[in-house]
Protein backbone atom coordinates (compact mmCIF):
# COMPACT_ATOMS: atom_id res chain seq x y z
CA UNK A 1 0.00 0.00 0.00
CA UNK A 2 1.26 3.68 -0.83
CA UNK A 3 2.40 5.82 2.06
CA UNK A 4 0.38 9.22 2.59
CA UNK A 5 2.12 12.41 2.14
CA UNK A 6 0.35 14.91 4.36
CA UNK A 7 0.77 17.77 1.46
CA UNK A 8 -0.68 20.88 2.01
CA UNK A 9 -3.96 20.83 4.45
CA UNK A 10 -7.34 22.37 3.26
CA UNK A 11 -7.89 24.84 6.93
CA UNK A 12 -11.22 26.47 7.75
CA UNK A 13 -12.90 27.18 10.57
CA UNK A 14 -16.24 26.28 11.88
CA UNK A 15 -18.71 28.05 14.39
CA UNK A 16 -19.82 25.62 17.12
CA UNK A 17 -23.09 25.85 18.39
CA UNK A 18 -22.73 28.84 20.58
CA UNK A 19 -20.00 30.40 18.49
CA UNK A 20 -16.81 28.79 19.43
CA UNK A 21 -14.67 28.52 15.99
CA UNK A 22 -12.95 25.47 15.78
CA UNK A 23 -9.45 24.93 13.32
CA UNK A 24 -10.14 22.52 10.96
CA UNK A 25 -8.07 20.81 8.72
CA UNK A 26 -9.15 18.36 5.52
CA UNK A 27 -6.56 16.15 3.96
CA UNK A 28 -6.68 13.69 0.34
CA UNK A 29 -8.50 13.36 -2.51
CA UNK A 30 -12.17 15.31 -2.09
CA UNK A 31 -13.84 12.96 -3.39
CA UNK A 32 -12.65 10.06 -1.29
CA UNK A 33 -13.96 8.10 1.69
CA UNK A 34 -14.06 10.38 4.76
CA UNK A 35 -12.79 10.04 7.58
CA UNK A 36 -13.12 12.24 10.83
CA UNK A 37 -10.42 12.27 13.51
CA UNK A 38 -10.79 13.53 17.24
CA UNK A 39 -8.18 13.92 19.78
CA UNK A 40 -6.95 13.80 23.14
CA UNK A 41 -7.16 15.92 25.91
CA UNK A 42 -3.91 18.50 26.49
CA UNK A 43 -2.61 17.98 22.75
CA UNK A 44 -3.59 18.64 18.95
CA UNK A 45 -5.06 17.56 15.69
CA UNK A 46 -1.19 16.63 14.94
CA UNK A 47 -1.27 13.76 17.66
CA UNK A 48 -2.85 12.26 14.82
CA UNK A 49 0.01 12.75 12.18
CA UNK A 50 1.23 9.57 12.17
CA UNK A 51 -1.81 7.43 11.44
CA UNK A 52 -2.95 9.78 8.53
CA UNK A 53 0.85 9.15 7.20
CA UNK A 54 0.30 5.56 7.19
CA UNK A 55 -3.65 5.61 5.83
CA UNK A 56 -4.64 4.59 2.27
CA UNK A 57 -3.90 8.15 0.56
CA UNK A 58 -7.21 7.70 -1.21
CA UNK A 59 -8.67 8.39 1.86
CA UNK A 60 -10.32 12.11 2.56
CA UNK A 61 -9.01 12.55 6.16
CA UNK A 62 -11.05 15.55 8.31
CA UNK A 63 -9.04 16.61 11.71
CA UNK A 64 -10.01 19.48 13.64
CA UNK A 65 -8.81 21.01 16.91
CA UNK A 66 -10.80 20.30 19.95
CA UNK A 67 -11.73 23.76 21.59
CA UNK A 68 -8.97 25.20 23.92
CA UNK A 69 -6.41 23.05 21.84
CA UNK A 70 -4.42 24.15 18.81
CA UNK A 71 -5.76 26.63 16.78
CA UNK A 72 -9.47 26.01 17.71
CA UNK A 73 -10.61 29.30 20.04
CA UNK A 74 -10.27 28.77 23.97
CA UNK A 75 -14.08 29.08 25.53
CA UNK A 76 -14.57 32.32 27.36
CA UNK A 77 -16.68 30.69 30.40
CA UNK A 78 -17.05 27.44 32.25
CA UNK A 79 -20.21 27.11 30.42
CA UNK A 80 -17.92 26.27 27.93
CA UNK A 81 -16.61 23.14 29.07
CA UNK A 82 -18.73 19.66 28.50
CA UNK A 83 -19.28 16.60 27.28
CA UNK A 84 -22.42 18.68 25.45
CA UNK A 85 -20.11 21.32 24.11
CA UNK A 86 -17.74 18.25 22.70
CA UNK A 87 -20.81 16.85 20.97
CA UNK A 88 -21.32 19.73 19.62
CA UNK A 89 -18.10 20.48 18.16
CA UNK A 90 -17.65 16.98 16.28
CA UNK A 91 -20.92 17.40 15.09
CA UNK A 92 -20.57 20.70 13.72
CA UNK A 93 -17.66 19.37 11.77
CA UNK A 94 -19.41 16.45 10.67
CA UNK A 95 -22.10 18.68 9.32
CA UNK A 96 -19.27 20.84 7.95
CA UNK A 97 -17.40 18.19 6.62
CA UNK A 98 -19.16 15.07 5.90
CA UNK A 99 -21.18 15.69 2.48
CA UNK A 100 -24.50 15.66 2.73
CA UNK A 101 -25.67 11.92 1.66
CA UNK A 102 -22.65 10.25 2.69
CA UNK A 103 -21.08 9.32 6.15
CA UNK A 104 -17.72 8.55 7.55
CA UNK A 105 -15.60 6.46 9.88
CA UNK A 106 -15.14 8.69 12.84
CA UNK A 107 -12.38 7.77 15.24
CA UNK A 108 -11.28 8.85 18.74
CA UNK A 109 -8.11 8.93 20.72
CA UNK A 110 -8.95 9.65 24.90
CA UNK A 111 -11.11 12.27 25.10
CA UNK A 112 -11.48 12.68 21.06
CA UNK A 113 -13.34 9.22 21.94
CA UNK A 114 -15.31 10.44 24.62
CA UNK A 115 -16.37 13.31 22.25
CA UNK A 116 -17.21 10.49 20.25
CA UNK A 117 -19.26 8.64 22.86
CA UNK A 118 -21.40 11.91 23.68
CA UNK A 119 -22.30 12.43 20.43
CA UNK A 120 -24.07 9.11 19.65
CA UNK A 121 -27.20 10.22 20.52
CA UNK A 122 -27.04 13.44 18.35
CA UNK A 123 -28.98 13.62 14.80
CA UNK A 124 -25.84 14.51 12.99
CA UNK A 125 -24.03 11.92 14.45
CA UNK A 126 -26.60 9.20 13.14
CA UNK A 127 -26.73 10.60 9.73
CA UNK A 128 -22.87 11.08 9.37
CA UNK A 129 -21.38 8.05 11.31
CA UNK A 130 -20.79 4.44 9.23
CA UNK A 131 -18.35 3.14 11.70
CA UNK A 132 -16.65 3.91 14.99
CA UNK A 133 -12.72 3.56 16.26
CA UNK A 134 -12.37 4.19 19.83
CA UNK A 135 -8.76 4.27 20.92
CA UNK A 136 -7.10 4.82 24.23
CA UNK A 137 -10.75 6.02 26.16
CA UNK A 138 -13.42 5.59 28.69
CA UNK A 139 -16.83 6.78 29.33
CA UNK A 140 -16.90 6.44 32.96
CA UNK A 141 -14.72 6.00 35.97
CA UNK A 142 -11.82 7.48 34.76
CA UNK A 143 -10.23 8.68 37.60
CA UNK A 144 -11.24 5.17 39.95
CA UNK A 145 -9.62 2.83 37.37
CA UNK A 146 -6.57 5.11 36.34
CA UNK A 147 -2.94 3.73 37.62
CA UNK A 148 -0.75 6.30 36.37
CA UNK A 149 -0.59 7.35 40.05
CA UNK A 150 1.12 4.59 41.75
CA UNK A 151 -0.37 5.00 45.42
CA UNK A 152 -2.68 2.61 46.87
CA UNK A 153 -6.59 3.06 47.07
CA UNK A 154 -7.99 6.61 47.64
CA UNK A 155 -4.57 7.71 47.52
CA UNK A 156 -4.24 6.88 43.91
CA UNK A 157 -7.29 8.22 42.40
CA UNK A 158 -6.78 11.60 44.47
CA UNK A 159 -3.81 12.08 42.71
CA UNK A 160 -4.65 10.84 38.70
CA UNK A 161 -7.72 13.93 39.47
CA UNK A 162 -5.21 16.14 40.71
CA UNK A 163 -3.24 15.34 37.40
CA UNK A 164 -6.23 16.34 35.70
CA UNK A 165 -7.24 19.68 37.16
CA UNK A 166 -4.51 21.38 37.58
CA UNK A 167 -3.89 24.94 36.33
CA UNK A 168 -0.27 24.71 37.02
CA UNK A 169 2.47 24.50 34.63
CA UNK A 170 3.79 20.81 34.23
CA UNK A 171 7.47 22.13 34.51
CA UNK A 172 9.76 23.29 32.06
CA UNK A 173 9.67 21.61 29.12
CA UNK A 174 13.15 19.29 29.62
CA UNK A 175 14.26 15.35 29.89
CA UNK A 176 13.01 15.41 33.65
CA UNK A 177 9.64 16.64 32.64
CA UNK A 178 9.10 14.26 29.76
CA UNK A 179 10.00 11.25 31.45
CA UNK A 180 7.39 12.02 34.21
CA UNK A 181 5.13 12.15 31.15
CA UNK A 182 6.11 9.08 29.79
CA UNK A 183 6.02 7.06 32.72
CA UNK A 184 2.42 8.22 32.98
CA UNK A 185 0.99 7.96 29.36
CA UNK A 186 3.38 5.93 27.72
CA UNK A 187 4.29 1.89 27.13
CA UNK A 188 7.85 0.67 27.59
CA UNK A 189 8.34 0.45 23.89
CA UNK A 190 8.30 4.02 22.82
CA UNK A 191 11.53 5.36 21.68
CA UNK A 192 12.94 8.57 22.56
CA UNK A 193 11.26 10.42 19.22
CA UNK A 194 7.68 9.36 20.98
CA UNK A 195 8.50 10.92 24.16
CA UNK A 196 9.59 13.82 22.55
CA UNK A 197 6.65 14.69 20.65
CA UNK A 198 4.25 14.06 23.18
CA UNK A 199 5.88 16.31 25.80
CA UNK A 200 5.82 19.16 22.99
CA UNK A 201 2.26 18.50 22.32
CA UNK A 202 1.50 18.65 25.97
CA UNK A 203 3.38 21.19 26.86
CA UNK A 204 1.84 23.21 23.36
CA UNK A 205 -1.26 22.88 25.71
CA UNK A 206 -2.96 26.14 27.96
CA UNK A 207 -2.81 25.47 31.35
CA UNK A 208 -6.61 26.46 32.07
CA UNK A 209 -7.95 24.56 29.36
CA UNK A 210 -6.17 21.66 30.40
CA UNK A 211 -7.31 22.22 33.61
CA UNK A 212 -11.15 22.72 32.60
CA UNK A 213 -11.06 19.89 30.54
CA UNK A 214 -9.70 17.38 33.09
CA UNK A 215 -12.07 18.78 35.60
CA UNK A 216 -14.61 17.12 32.93
CA UNK A 217 -13.07 14.28 32.66
CA UNK A 218 -12.45 13.64 36.10
CA UNK A 219 -16.39 13.41 36.51
CA UNK A 220 -17.39 11.73 33.20
CA UNK A 221 -20.27 9.07 32.99
CA UNK A 222 -20.96 8.45 29.27
CA UNK A 223 -22.35 4.95 29.66
CA UNK A 224 -25.90 5.54 28.84
CA UNK A 225 -24.74 7.80 25.31
CA UNK A 226 -22.20 5.33 24.77
CA UNK A 227 -25.35 3.04 24.47
CA UNK A 228 -26.26 4.61 21.58
CA UNK A 229 -23.62 3.82 19.11
CA UNK A 230 -25.20 0.83 16.77
CA UNK A 231 -22.88 1.34 14.00
CA UNK A 232 -19.71 -1.04 13.77
CA UNK A 233 -17.35 -0.01 16.49
CA UNK A 234 -13.56 -1.11 16.51
CA UNK A 235 -12.32 -0.46 20.44
CA UNK A 236 -8.75 -0.83 20.79
CA UNK A 237 -6.13 0.11 24.10
CA UNK A 238 -2.59 -0.07 25.00
CA UNK A 239 -2.11 -3.27 27.05
CA UNK A 240 -0.09 -0.45 28.89
CA UNK A 241 -2.32 1.91 29.45
CA UNK A 242 -2.51 3.22 32.65
CA UNK A 243 -4.71 6.58 32.14
CA UNK A 244 -7.52 4.48 30.91
CA UNK A 245 -6.58 0.95 31.28
CA UNK A 246 -7.79 -1.89 29.43
CA UNK A 247 -11.03 -2.30 31.92
CA UNK A 248 -12.57 0.56 30.07
CA UNK A 249 -11.80 -1.18 26.71
CA UNK A 250 -13.32 -3.84 27.28
CA UNK A 251 -16.25 -2.33 29.40
CA UNK A 252 -16.95 -0.13 26.07
CA UNK A 253 -16.71 -3.69 24.15
CA UNK A 254 -19.62 -4.67 26.28
CA UNK A 255 -21.86 -1.38 26.52
CA UNK A 256 -21.78 -0.30 22.83
CA UNK A 257 -24.70 -2.71 20.95
CA UNK A 258 -22.25 -1.73 17.55
CA UNK A 259 -18.47 -3.25 19.42
CA UNK A 260 -16.64 -6.10 18.24
CA UNK A 261 -16.02 -8.13 21.56
CA UNK A 262 -13.29 -8.35 22.82
CA UNK A 263 -12.02 -4.95 22.86
CA UNK A 264 -8.35 -5.46 21.11
CA UNK A 265 -5.08 -4.89 23.71
CA UNK A 266 -2.06 -3.86 22.03
CA UNK A 267 1.31 -5.28 23.39
CA UNK A 268 3.79 -2.82 24.51
CA UNK A 269 1.54 0.71 23.90
CA UNK A 270 0.45 2.85 26.88
CA UNK A 271 -2.13 5.63 26.44
CA UNK A 272 -0.78 8.08 23.35
CA UNK A 273 -1.93 4.69 20.55
CA UNK A 274 -1.83 7.29 17.82
CA UNK A 275 1.88 8.13 18.88
CA UNK A 276 2.92 4.75 19.93
CA UNK A 277 1.35 2.31 17.05
CA UNK A 278 0.15 4.47 13.96
CA UNK A 279 0.32 1.73 11.68
CA UNK A 280 -2.44 -0.68 13.86
CA UNK A 281 -4.63 2.20 14.04
CA UNK A 282 -4.36 3.12 10.61
CA UNK A 283 -4.89 -1.13 9.45
CA UNK A 284 -8.25 -0.39 11.19
CA UNK A 285 -9.04 2.87 9.70
CA UNK A 286 -8.29 1.49 6.35
CA UNK A 287 -10.33 -1.34 7.31
CA UNK A 288 -13.53 0.33 8.59
CA UNK A 289 -13.42 2.73 5.29
CA UNK A 290 -13.04 -0.14 2.85
CA UNK A 291 -15.80 -2.19 4.25
CA UNK A 292 -18.78 0.35 5.55
CA UNK A 293 -17.78 3.30 3.09
CA UNK A 294 -16.97 2.50 -0.33
CA UNK A 295 -19.72 0.10 -0.87
CA UNK A 296 -22.07 1.85 0.39
CA UNK A 297 -24.72 3.50 -1.91
CA UNK A 298 -24.91 7.43 -1.13
CA UNK A 299 -28.46 7.96 0.21
CA UNK A 300 -31.01 10.44 -1.15
Not at 4 to 13: P, S
Not at 84 to 99: F, G, I, M, N, S
Request: with cysteine; hydrophobic share 40%.
Amino acid sequence: MATRHLGRAREFRVPSADGTLLHVEVRGPEDGPTLVLSHCWATSLSSWGRVVRALDPGLRVVLYDQRGHGRSQVPLTRAGYSTDRLADDLCAVLEATVPEGTRAVVAGHSMGGMTVMASAPRPAFADRAAAVLLTNTGCTQLVKRSTAIPLPGPLGALGSKLFLTTALPLGPANAATAQMLRFIVLGSAADPRTVRLCARLVHDCGTVPRARWGGVLSTLDLDEAARRITVPTTVLVGAEDKFTPPWHAHHMAETIPGASAPAIEVPGVGHMGPLECPDVLADHLNRLAAEHLEAEPARV
